[in-house]
Structure formats: structure tokens, C-alpha cells
């Protein structure tokens, strides 16, 4: 199966959302993937935001979809008629380089540190000749979480799995999470004969299928797993936790909701007779 060619599209929607919708529609005549913007069509404006039909949430929900659209894309395409790029074209432009996504610009940025860094290309069928055969892609150095969700969603597309439902990617994870407790088993030696040779290493297999399978639910989903990460720990970092004994073994456990009601009323009394 032939992967298509992926492209996101930037630039000032205020002011060039036609020419935007006019490289949208040259995109799909040559057959690549518009991932974003949606639409070019407005549906409202929020501080200067333009927002477009199929776009949701608020405007940050809305830009970080983008960014990661960008990540996931062969090349960004800008659209820049007399060089203007702004501030969030600016942005988008530098999210891609730092993800090693090509960028084109359909004129060449009046910010002359920009230009050394993108490329300048009026026809977007330019780019896709030199694109036609897309490499396989390969994991960066030092890749973030974001890198390694955006890798996934590539190699998905690539080898042809980008039919596969959230229903048929979860239980692929379950079916990944049972081969990787069997693993571990083999590695503790808990009812096996002897600890199995090479144990170590078939868990680091079945660690990374199962990482597959989550990346891939993530962009499924389309949760930005790296922010959300960050998002969840910020709200660990709130909650006291403590250790419990279980049958001799140490258990992490929450305080329930009343446990923490309690502990708010004896600080309320002891500052009462303070």
C-alpha cells in the first residue's frame, strides 16, 4: 500500500485565508493529506483567532492540534504572500524545523533568519514531485514524548494500519499487555521452571509493543500525550500519598475523599486553639 503524502498548511488566516483555501484544494487535487487546518472556511473570530468549520475547543486546543498536525506531517507549507508569516506562522515554523519537518514557503520570508531556514516553493506540486516517494521515517535522536507520538502516527500510515479502529487498537494493547505479564513471569521465575534465557530482553519487546499501542490510542483519541502527561502530574504533585502494608509488600494508595475532609478539619481545630 502506497502511504499518501501529508501536509499541514500556515499562515495568516485574517488575512490570507482564501489563498489558503486555494493551496488546500491544489493539495487535494494532487492527492496529500490536508491533517491542518480542517477547513477553509471561517465559522468565528476570538481576539483576532480565526476559527474555522471542524475546529474545537479554545484557541490553545486549537493551536497545539496544529503543532502536532505539523509534527505529523511530510511538509509544512506556508503561505506568505509579500513574505508575511506572523507571530503564530513564526511559531509554527520553528515547531517544525525543531521536529525535522521541511518547510516551504510560497514566498521568501521577509524575516531574513527565516529564510535561511525554509524553503521557497510557489507550486505546492514542486514540492510534492521531490516528495513522491516518501522515506521511511526514522525515530530522532533525544525524541520527546510528542516525537515518539508523532513517529508512530507515521509509521501507522506507512505500513498500513491507519484503518485500525480505537476498538481494535485497544484490545491489540490487551492482548500486548497479556504477552508482556508473561514476560515479566518468565524474567521473576514465578511458577516456571527455571528463569528463562533471554527474559530481559523479550520484556524491553513487549514494553515497546505495548508504548506502540498507547502512542497510537493517543493519536487515535487525539490526546496530546505529552501535555497531558504533564497535566496529570501537576494534579500528582498536589495529592499526599502514603505506603501501606499489604500482606508484608508496600502499596501506594490515595487518600479517599473523606480521609482528606478529615485531615482538613484538624487543621482548622488546631488553628482554632492557636
Not at 471561517?42 to 476559527?51: D, E, K, L
Not at 499487555?177 to 530481559?200: D, M, T
Given at each position: 500500500m502506497v502511504r499518501r503524502i501529508s501536509c499541514t498548511i500556515s499562515g495568516s488566516f485574517r488575512r490570507f485565508l482564501p489563498q489558503i483555501a486555494a493551496a488546500m484544494r491544489e493539495c487535494n487535487a494532487l492527492g496529500v493529506t490536508v491533517l491542518s487546518p480542517r477547513s477553509?472556511?471561517?465559522?468565528?473570530?476570538?481576539?483576532?483567532?480565526?476559527?474555522?468549520?471542524?475546529?474545537?475547543?479554545?484557541?490553545?486546543?486549537?493551536?497545539?492540534?496544529?503543532?502536532?498536525?505539523?509534527?505529523?506531517?511530510?511538509f509544512l507549507y506556508v503561505v506568505n504572500p509579500g513574505g508575511y508569516t506572523g507571530p503564530s506562522a513564526t511559531l509554527e515554523i520553528g515547531h517544525a524545523l525543531g521536529a525535522s519537518v521541511p518547510v516551504f514557503c510560497m514566498e521568501r520570508p521577509e524575516d531574513p533568519v527565516i529564510a535561511r531556514f525554509v524553503h521557497v516553493s510557489i507550486s505546492i506540486s514542486e514540492i510534492v514531485s521531490g516528495l513522491a516517494a516518501p522515506s521511511v521515517p526514522q525515530i530522532p535522536p533525544g525524541a520527546g514524548l510528542g516525537q515518539l507520538q508523532s513517529y508512530i502516527a507515521k509509521v501507522v500510515a506507512l505500513r498500513?494500519?491507519?484503518?485500525?479502529?480505537?476498538?481494535?487498537?485497544?484490545?491489540?494493547?490487551?492482548?500486548?499487555?497479556?504477552?508482556?505479564?508473561?514476560?515479566?513471569?518468565?524474567?521473576?521465575?514465578?511458577?516456571?521452571?527455571?528463569?528463562?534465557?533471554?527474559?530481559?530482553?523479550?520484556?524491553?519487546?513487549?514494553?515497546?509493543?505495548?508504548?506502540?499501542?498507547?502512542?497510537?490510542?493517543?493519536?487515535?483519541?487525539?490526546?496530546?500525550?505529552?501535555?497531558?502527561?504533564?497535566?496529570?502530574?501537576a494534579l500528582n504533585a498536589k495529592r499526599v500519598w502514603r505506603v501501606e502494608a499489604d500482606r508484608g509488600h508496600p502499596r501506594r494508595t490515595e487518600p479517599s475523599h473523606a480521609q482528606g475532609e478529615e485531615r482538613e478539619r484538624t487543621r482548622v481545630v488546631r488553628k482554632s486553639r492557636e
Open positions: 477553509g472556511s471561517p465559522s468565528r473570530q476570538v481576539n483576532g483567532f480565526v476559527f474555522v468549520e471542524g475546529d474545537r475547543g479554545a484557541v490553545e486546543d486549537v493551536e497545539r492540534r496544529h503543532l502536532r498536525d505539523i509534527r505529523n506531517s511530510d498500513g494500519f491507519q484503518e485500525e479502529t480505537l476498538r481494535d487498537v485497544t484490545l491489540l494493547l490487551m492482548e500486548e499487555v497479556g504477552e508482556l505479564a508473561k514476560a515479566v513471569r518468565q524474567e521473576s521465575g514465578l511458577k516456571v521452571s527455571a528463569r528463562q534465557p533471554g527474559a530481559p530482553r523479550i520484556v524491553a519487546e513487549e514494553l515497546v509493543d505495548c508504548l506502540v499501542y498507547i502512542l497510537d490510542l493517543a493519536n487515535l483519541t487525539d490526546v496530546d500525550l505529552e501535555h497531558a502527561l504533564r497535566q496529570k502530574e
